[in-house]
């Protein structure tokens, strides 16, 4: 990531942080910032929102509504390692299996 003044970088982090916090990854989208940070936390936080809205959907379906109910805790753990891995400076954190997934998104 290019050099930046403190408030721009603390900026960054904020809209960073918004991209895993579920509907609210809209914001950092409409800022159309076209860098390696904000398309790597997008494309991670609308994989995490997409498997909130499965785990919601299949609460509604009879056979697998205990299931969904068992796995309701893993996108906030996921968005929670997110925000103290942006939090603690490490930017670029490419998140296990949501990065895989992210891969396909293009912003």
């Known amino acids: 990531m ?16 918004l991209c895993y916090l ?3 990854w809209i914001i950092p989208l409409l800022m159309n910032k ?12 609308l ?17 697998l509504r205990h299931i969904a109910w068992w796995f309701w805790f893993v996108p906030g753990l996921i968005s929670l390692l997110a925000i103290i891995k942006l939090v603690s400076n490490d930017t670029m954190y490419h998140l296990p299996v949501v990065y895989d997934i992210s891969k396909s998104f293009k912003f």
Do not use: C
């Not at 290019?2 to 982090?13: F, P």
């Not at 076209?34 to 936080?45: A, T, V």
């Open 47 to 63: 994989v995490v929102l997409l498997l909130e809205g499965v785990l919601y959907v299949l609460q509604y379906v009879p056979l």
């Open 2 to 17: 290019e050099q930046q003044t403190g408030n721009s970088a603390g900026n960054d982090l904020i809209f960073g942080i």
């Open 22 to 24: 579920g509907i609210l």
């Open 34 to 45: 076209k860098n390696e940070f904000f398309r790597l936390h997008l494309s991670q936080g």
